[in-house]
């Protein structure tokens, strides 16, 4: 009050001493408990000379120094929640705020005046970040994992463990102390317990059994976080440097195509045997054209000449006693176990059969090659017929009728073409092949994921079943989090898991001698009566959803992609939808413009529709013209095929149009003879246009390959094309080069795709 006076009047003062009326210095102190684990009250208190005052109390305040009083206030309430009337304290029981203010509260209290801390609460320990150590070793074939955190004991790192939270800065045990996470390497033995699928139970014991394909996984985790001490043994080293120094690997390559294949096949061969050798599968996901095929054989011929060298060792004369008893023994055993046993099975599309057939006699003759066709009763006795050491083809359509021939028997190798064929894991096919019994397994595809990633998934259980975990776990786990979450942490994960186990090489980056390939989208406008038509159908469909629930929409997608393929059909010609159609297609203009300046100019061209309509509207236009051409569907003889791909590669032959349906032209054909390809309309999956644009840009191709897409302006079309980009992202992520299609569309993706005029 004094100072406010002076400011207003002319004080006089008679034996006055301000220092025996003024405010005494503020002294604090902070009094803290843990009545129980999970709280801890603060009660901050202020002492002026002889009096106590709590910071909360609102007695004697012109006494008091409140400025003072409130900064104190401030900084204990950055540690705190709210004050408790009944405890006269400040209460915290939020776990973080707890762990906050044992670790930074304290030697900020310290700063502001004396802190008393009660027993029950220095018994709240925050214990420093332990060291974690991991031992791995192979015994056995099996790996054995050990993991340690310092003088943690199992049962608390197995409860931290199941309790793991990755953005917590600590864990906490059950008696209530915390234990800090930074520079721990906690948090690896938490996603390796995760991603090992490990229990508590197996935890408890002094090392885990672990599937040896999970090596390269926990190698890549212990390199890259040095943090944690770990312990290889020399079969652990030895198994990871082989997978990791595949062409230094000491496989022979077979003689006979050691001048055949190029660099990069020897090294797919390598791989091919590496993993083989060590017990794993694997995805070869080579772009298309660059002799899969061809790999494969290598590898069944490399495996047929070791068993040969085996059978000779086996006919040695043997010397001792003993060595003629262990000797009687071990063929004993094995008249036993591969009584049924078969060399290898390959399975393929029905149109590729004939294909492996003929490349196996032309590549290596020495192999003895069995293709399972015919009625039910001639592939049974085909089956049962075959000899040990021979090679058996079929298709998929046919091991799905047959799987029950097939359980007795056992193969050396499985391998499956076209593997994008199992993408849906409840589908019979993918049932079936998953049903074989086989040592290892291989799959072809140059698309491993086209539509979700759960084609990535049905593709591993077959492979390696349980390795990306159970359907349910990896969708909750991987894929929603990738697609939907946009997660790099999951997406990181996923790569990390696969990358050993798919070689996936892209054209332009191992054929220098390839010609180059032009890809260019030529745009063209739908003018009158098919702009007409074009345009009322749009109309129609945004009213039908617009008048839909989400349970209607949910209901009705067969009918509404029903209604994109109309859309679609008019954008290609109005003429496939309407028969008494007699106006122009723009597209079918210039498509047949296209093949007019080609043919002039001694081109070969291949021309691709979804639509075989289109093909015959395409094929009358031709004759028209008398421009010779070729067709193939779906309906075409395997003969016929063959012998029109035959025909078409003559140099001499001058039939330069080839008309094919995307569907039965997207695999199975060499068709380097053409130099030009036209995508009539565009799919909803770029990777299958990518396949049949394959059918010339590939090996034996000397000229470069000009792409055309024909795509009518402000469609669905256009918008099929960004949806293409859009998707593609995704499994370039994972798989670096692979591509993405449609999968089923939301009500949003469908109006976008209606977006155009």
């Not at 000379?49 to 007695?59: A, C, I, N, P, Q």
């Not at 305040?61 to 540690?79: N, P, S």
């Not at 004396?114 to 150590?133: C, F, N, R, W």
């Not at 394909?213 to 943090?227: C, E, F, G």
Request: hydrophobic letters at 35%.
């Amino acid at each position: 009050m004094l100072p406010r006076l002076e400011q207003c009047f002319i004080c006089e003062k008679e034996n006055f001493d301000e220092q025996d009326y003024g405010v005494a210095p503020p002294e604090f102190a902070v009094y803290l408990d843990a009545p129980q684990t999970d709280m801890i009250t603060c009660n901050p208190k202020v002492t002026y000379g002889k009096k106590t005052y709590s910071l909360y109390d609102t007695t004697d305040l012109a006494l008091r120094d409140l400025g003072k009083e409130a900064a104190v206030r401030g900084v204990i309430q950055r540690y705190g929640e709210a004050y408790d009337e009944r405890q006269k304290a400040m209460v915290i029981t939020d776990e973080d705020k707890i762990y906050d203010l044992l670790t930074e509260g304290i030697p900020v209290f310290q700063q502001l005046g004396e802190v008393y801390i009660s027993d029950t609460l220095k018994g709240m320990q925050v214990h420093p970040s332990p060291k974690v150590a991991v031992g791995v070793s192979i015994e056995s074939g099996l790996m054995q994992l050990k993991m340690t955190a310092g003088e943690m004991s199992k049962e608390e790192l197995i409860d931290i463990l199941s309790r793991y939270n990755k953005r917590k800065k600590y864990y906490r045990l059950k008696d209530g102390s915390f234990v800090q996470k930074e520079d721990s390497g906690l948090d690896i033995l938490a996603d390796l317990k995760e991603t090992l699928q490990l229990t508590d139970q197996q935890l408890m014991q002094e090392s885990v059994p672990v599937d040896t394909y999970r090596a390269l996984y926990i190698d890549q985790q212990l390199r890259d976080n040095p943090v944690i001490s770990s312990v290889r043994d020399k079969n652990f080293r030895s198994l990871i440097r082989n997978m990791k120094t595949v062409e230094d690997n000491d496989f022979e390559i077979p003689v006979e195509l050691e001048p055949i294949l190029r660099g990069y096949q020897k090294t797919g061969f390598l791989w091919l045997k590496t993993l083989s050798a060590n017990g794993f599968g694997g995805i070869l996901a080579d772009d298309m054209g660059l002799g899969k095929t061809l790999q494969v054989i290598c590898y069944l011929l490399s495996e047929y000449q070791e068993r040969e060298i085996q059978e000779k060792s086996k006919k040695e004369p043997v010397e001792k006693e003993q060595d003629i008893e262990n000797e009687g023994r071990q063929r004993k055993k094995e008249s036993s176990d591969d009584r049924l046993r078969r060399n290898a099975l390959i399975v393929a599309p029905a149109s590729l059969v004939y294909n492996w057939n003929s490349e196996l006699e032309r590549f290596a003759p020495r192999l003895a090659v069995r293709m399972i066709v015919g009625t039910a009763a001639q592939r049974r006795t085909l089956l049962e017929a075959a000899d040990e050491g021979e090679i058996l083809i079929t298709s998929y359509d046919l091991l799905r009728r047959d799987i029950d021939f097939y359980k007795k028997y056992r193969f050396r190798c499985q391998i499956i073409d076209e593997a994008q064929y199992i993408k849906n894991h409840s589908t019979q096919a993918a049932k079936a092949v998953k049903k074989i019994q086989a040592d290892t397994r291989f799959a072809l595809t140059g698309t491993p994921v086209e539509n979700r990633l759960s084609e990535l998934w049905s593709i591993f259980d077959y492979l390696m079943p349980e390795f990306l975990y159970s359907y349910s776990r990896f969708r909750e786990e991987l894929e929603v989090q990738i697609v939907q979450h946009e997660s790099e942490e999951a997406s990181e994960r996923l790569r990390k898991m696969i990358r050993p186990f798919v070689l996936r090489r892209l054209k332009k980056d191992v054929l220098r001698d390839l010609p180059d390939k032009l890809e260019e989208n030529m745009y063209t406008r739908l003018e009158g009566e098919q702009q007409k038509l074009y345009d009322a159908h749009v109309k129609r469909m945004k009213l039908l959803l617009d008048k839909q629930s989400e349970e209607e929409f949910n209901t009705s997608k067969i009918v509404i992609l029903s209604e994109l393929t109309k859309l679609r059909q008019i954008c290609c010609d109005p003429a496939l939808l309407f028969e008494e159609y007699k106006g122009e297609s723009a597209k079918l203009e210039m498509c047949v413009d296209l093949i007019r300046n080609a043919v002039e100019n001694g081109h070969k061209i291949l021309v691709f529709s979804q639509f075989t309509t289109m093909l015959s509207r395409l094929a009358d236009r031709l004759e028209n013209e008398e421009t010779a051409y070729y067709m193939l569907t779906g309906s075409t003889g395997k003969e016929k095929r063959a012998k029109l791909v035959e025909e078409f590669n003559k140099e001499d032959n001058p039939t330069a149009v080839f008309l094919i349906s995307l569907k039965a032209g997207g695999t199975g054909l060499n068709l380097t003879a053409a130099d030009i390809v036209i995508h009539y309309d565009p799919w909803w999956n770029l990777a299958v246009q990518n396949q049949a644009t394959d059918r010339a840009h590939r090996i034996g191709q000397k000229n470069v390959v000009n792409v055309y897409k024909l795509i009518a302006k402000d469609t669905i079309e256009e918008n099929i094309v960004k949806l293409q980009e859009k998707k593609h992202a995704l499994a370039d992520q994972i798989l670096n080069g692979a591509d993405m299609g449609s999968g089923s569309f939301s009500r949003e993706e469908i109006l976008e795709l209606l977006g155009g005029k």
